[in-house]
């Protein structure tokens, strides 16, 4: 006889709702319709409540052609899997195959018949069909509510609240987003060596483990490693037959997916693990009064987990191909059951050994993503198997030709080029095109000789005035000609340059100035006034200085002149970054890192001698270097713009007038503009917080758009991205030359492809560490195991996965720290300026989004008792201490902080600000008042604004101000920066705003909004 599989008829074209359950057995013999029909009536009556509503049907697929019956039965599946819905009564069906053969198709939801109640009924019906006995046999088993009584519902709920304590989030290892799965499972399978499978069945007698225990440990480890998280939750399940009389033939829904919650500690033995795992499981078994439903509101979460990990016990095919039916012999059987889950993994006892099989989303993962999950989980049944006493950290997940595949494109350190230091830059392109001009600023042109002769000049004033190896020379100096001269001057001393922006809050200037300790601090006549009172300065802009420096010699220095020449080790800045102390810190970066950055800037963005520069960061913020230094590795021109809001139309004005060619933005400065009017700009580098696809789509046409990423303490950039097409979903790319990127998890194991992981940087980028800070150096700063030299690696903090390109994708953040604007914040620092304000006892930060499509900080506080702050007492202490991109957007008064039924802080439930302001009395009433409040309401997000609101305490900053100035000027009203922040009432605003019927004016570039 010629079979056909059942194994096919469920494969083909079958698409299984979540918890669906499809048996096929086929049988050799005869069997009349009339006794089948019979047989079924049997059924219904000795297993009323299960049953009820069963739909069955008879079908003839017995013709000659075996592919139109193959046809046939590959529409019977998929009319198997359509039937299947929530709650939908059985469907049974007879498939005429032969005159001698049938097949016998059983489909349900779990929750109405789950997997051994198929075995029952079918086993029953074929003994029904083989000899007809009429008896309807056992009673109904009753109610399960009735064998739960209310005492063991309140012992089941604390029991479980107790477990589910550590959660506060659900385990998914599909993208956040996913709706649903559009598609059927797909199956890789495994088996184990039979002597592997001994070994593990062993350990599970000798330490009188479950089998269960044994995969919920193992699969526990594997999920922690998927998603690199400690605590993870994924579904197992729970069967309550043992709680019935008659067990073993009860017929229902009595098989739930339950939440199994597992902690995976990389320092603790498996030993360890699988004896906490032995306890849950108890826990699951004992306290079943409560259904999954019910487990699931403990937490307050819609979802938990879309893994699954069960065991099948050998006997659990559809029937037994029982001994004995007269005339009826069972060929052939399958049972399939869709847990409605990303990944299931079924571990299912087979003569001599243990079967694994896991069922996955061919929409979230490949068949070798699959393959590597079912060879990890593998490795680690070896590892308990073997080595119970192992580390769950030391548990080697991947093969080592995967490993050393991973390593391998992970570290380009090879590639490095040279070290040079920024001393030995310049003087080499000085040397090459001395009359190529190197700064343009406000109709100011600089050589590159001419630029070195000013350097050398300042060098030795500096020099005089105590600057020198390993010391440090503040710069509190604006974007201009002077900083870019004081840089390199400072480098030619050998010391190393601290820059501050002077639009800092005095306070944080003076903090860091007073940590650093610099021996020298370099200033403008302007930028002076934001100094302590107990700081004095070279003002490099004060003609008694110019004169000073005039006299000295303009040569580069010399051995004779005891200039010791700059090592790569030698400290070159250090940059301030938030801190999540409460405090920004100082990374210290040294000059080794600098060549394989201008490398990698000057080929990846094609700079050349014609090229023209932006210079868009603050000379504080490390962009500043990526700018400088592309500029003098290729002998091109560094632009500096005048003073003001680079983004929107004064960004783009900037960019069309002075033909700019290259520049590197964050995305939301580059949001800003409109990439069809820049017809000189070639080369774009986004930068500083992630880009989207649709901000590349616009951007890259024409032009080359990379997505770069890097960290201060890896010297400004680690990885890049190749040229992005206008379709593509933006990866931060792979390391440059000179850097490696590794991505581990928890226990510093290499993760493969598509798994999220931690990011560490290496290479000889690396900064020395923070300044003055041993500890929190040590802490981020740790050994390299894959360098083998002594090396560190940096931890970033950062979540990343590898494509299967080799590029990286950006996930997110390990913990509070954000980029907001290009800037990286650490959201414990505005916490805790607002938690010393008098009138707060607790305050939390978020970054939510704003009415303009942007991002803002938003503080939720409570007020200290008998305190009530207002919004601008808030916003003015904050804007005393942070940076303006720090100053938070919106600030929520509550009454306490919404909590999880866990009792700990629920972030998600936090409210959204207040977007209907309360009214003040006063509508707006001229046109321009109507015209700007509407403005206000568009871009902020709020209902309409009243005549007196202020723009800054609805959560206005400076780049939402550009929105409203080029709103305005549509509306034939024209503003500045200045005027916005001068009049910030739609009322003061209206009164100065000048009538144009004209093309918009050139803004004012004179004031940065604060």
């Known amino acids: 006889m010629a079979n056909e599989s059942p194994v096919m008829t469920l494969e083909n074209n079958m698409a299984m709702p979540s918890g669906s359950v499809v048996s096929v057995v086929e049988v050799e013999g005869l069997v009349d319709s009339v006794v089948f029909a019979a047989a079924v009536d049997v059924l219904l009556k000795r297993h009323p409540a299960p049953t009820a509503g069963l739909s069955w049907r008879e079908v003839d697929r017995s013709g000659p052609d075996q592919d139109s ?7 019977l599946a998929t009319e198997d899997g359509e039937a299947v819905v929530v709650g939908a009564p059985p469907r049974l069906t007879l498939v005429r195959l032969r005159a001698d053969a049938f097949q016998l198709r059983l489909a349900s939801d779990r929750a109405v018949l789950d997997a051994p109640s198929h075995r029952v009924l079918l086993g029953e019906l074929l003994e029904e069909c083989a000899a007809p006995a009429g008896a309807v046999g056992p009673a109904p088993v009753e109610d399960r509510v009735a064998w739960t009584a209310e005492g063991e519902r309140g012992e089941a709920e604390r029991a479980w609240r107790i477990r589910l304590a550590e959660v506060d989030e659900p385990t998914l290892v599909a993208p956040a987003g996913s709706a649903g799965y559009s598609q059927r499972p797909e199956r890789v399978e495994s088996e184990l060596p039979t002597d592997l499978a001994e070994r593990l069945l062993v350990r599970t007698d000798d330490r009188r483990l479950s089998l269960d225990t044994i995969v919920h440990a193992a699969w526990g480890l594997v999920l922690s490693w998927l998603t690199n998280r400690r605590n993870v939750v994924f579904g197992g399940l729970r069967s309550d037959r043992s709680r019935f009389p008659v067990a073993e033939t009860a017929v229902g829904g009595f098989s739930e997916i339950v939440p199994v919650p597992c902690a995976v500690n990389p320092a603790e033995p498996i030993a360890d693990l699988l004896s906490r795992t032995e306890l849950d499981g108890t826990l699951i078994a004992e306290y079943s009064a409560l259904g999954a439903a019910e487990i699931h509101a403990l937490v307050g979460l819609p979802r938990l987990f879309d893994t699954v990990a069960v065991v099948e016990d050998a006997g659990l095919d559809p029937v037994p191909a029982p001994e004995g039916l007269p005339g009826l012999r069972v060929v052939a059987q399958e049972q399939w059951e869709d847990f409605g889950s990303a990944l299931a993994l079924v571990v299912r006892r087979s003569e001599g050994g243990l079967r694994l099989n896991l069922d996955f989303r061919p929409e979230l993962f490949t068949q070798a993503d699959a393959e590597r999950i079912l060879a990890a989980f593998s490795r680690t049944f070896r590892t308990i198997a073997d080595e119970p006493n192992q580390p769950v950290g030391r548990v080697q997940l991947l093969d080592d030709h995967e490993q050393r595949r991973i390593l391998a494109h992970s570290d380009a350190t090879a590639d490095g080029v040279p070290a040079v ?6 003087e080499q392109t000085v040397a090459r095109t001395p009359g190529n001009t190197v700064v343009s600023f406000s109709g100011q042109h600089i050589s590159y000789d001419e630029l070195n002769r000013r350097v050398n000049r300042l060098a ?9 190896p390993e010391q440090l020379v503040a710069l509190v100096v604006p974007r201009s000609i002077e900083m870019v001269t004081a840089v390199l001057a400072v480098a030619k001393t050998g010391a190393g340059f601290l820059p501050i922006d002077p639009g800092y809050p005095a306070d944080r200037i003076a903090y860091m100035l007073g940590d650093a300790g610099p021996a020298v601090v370099c200033t403008t ?10 700081v004095s300065g070279i003002v490099l802009d004060d003609p008694a200085v ?3 420096a005039a006299g000295l010699s303009d040569e580069d220095p010399v051995a004779s002149e005891h200039w010791a020449p700059v090592p790569p080790a030698a400290l070159a800045y250090v940059i301030y970054t938030s801190g999540s102390t409460g405090r920004p810190k100082g990374v210290a970066v040294t000059h080794a890192g600098l060549a394989n950055l201008v490398a990698a800037k000057v080929e990846r963005m094609d700079v050349d001698e014609q090229s023209r520069i932006l210079q868009f960061a603050s000379p504080s913020f490390d962009a500043f270097m990526t700018e400088l230094l592309a500029t003098i590795g290729a002998g091109a021109t560094l632009v500096v713009p005048p003073p003001g809001i680079l983004a929107g139309d004064h960004l783009a004005e900037v960019l069309v007038a002075e033909r700019i ?7 939301v400065a580059a949001a800003s503009v409109s990439p069809e009017s820049l017809p000189d700009l070639r080369s774009l580098v986004l930068a500083g917080e992630a880009s989207s696809g649709d901000l590349i789509a616009r951007w890259a046409p024409g032009r080359r758009v990379i997505n770069a990423y890097g960290p201060t303490e890896a010297t400004v950039c680690a990885t890049m991205s190749e040229p992005l097409s206008a379709d593509a979903t933006p990866p931060i790319g792979g390391p440059i030359p000179g850097a490696a990127c590794y991505v581990l998890d928890e226990a510093l194991r290499p993760v493969p492809a598509g798994v999220p992981g931690e990011l560490y940087l290496g290479g000889a980028g690396l900064a020395r560490g923070y300044l003055g800070r041993p500890g929190m150096t040590a802490e981020r700063f740790v050994a390299n195991p894959f360098a083998g030299d002594g090396s560190r690696m940096y931890r970033t903090g950062d979540l990343v996965s590898w494509r299967s390109d080799g590029g990286l994708d950006f996930l997110g953040r390990s913990d509070e720290q954000v980029k907001l604007r290009g800037f990286r914040i650490e959201l414990g620092e505005v916490e805790r300026v607002l938690t010393n304000h008098p009138g707060v006892d607790r305050a939390v930060a978020v970054v939510r989004e704003d009415g303009a499509g942007g991002r803002r900080i938003v503080v939720h506080l409570i007020p200290s008792a008998g305190a009530a702050p207002t919004m601008a007492e808030l916003r003015e202490h904050a804007g005393r201490f942070l940076p303006d991109f720090m100053v938070p957007g919106a600030f929520v008064l509550l009454d306490a902080f919404p909590l999880t039924p866990n009792g700990k802080l629920d972030r998600r439930a936090l ?11 006063r509508a707006p009433s001229t046109p321009e008042e109507i015209a700007l409040s509407r403005i206000f309401s568009e871009v902020l997000g709020v209902a309409e604004v009243d005549a007196d609101r202020n723009f800054f305490e609805l959560g206005g900053n400076s780049m939402v101000a550009i929105t409203v100035i080029q709103k305005a000027r549509k509306a034939g009203l024209a503003i500045s920066p200045k005027d916005l922040v001068m009049n910030p009432t739609v009322e003061a605003l209206a009164a100065i705003a000048g009538r144009t019927d004209q093309a918009p004016r050139r803004a004012e570039a004179t004031t940065a909004v604060k």
């Open 525 to 534: 006549r302007t930028a002076a006034a934001v100094l302590p009172q107990d």
């Open 460 to 468: 030795r004033l500096l020099a005089d005035r105590g600057a020198g």
């Open 69 to 75: 019956r193959r046809t046939g039965l590959d529409r």
């Open 661 to 667: 060619t290259h520049v590197v933005l964050p995305p």
């Open 911 to 921: 409210p959204e600000p207040d977007a209907a302001p309360a009214p003040s009395g």
């Open 546 to 548: 110019a004169a000073e």
């Open 421 to 426: 230091t920024l001393v030995e830059l310049l």
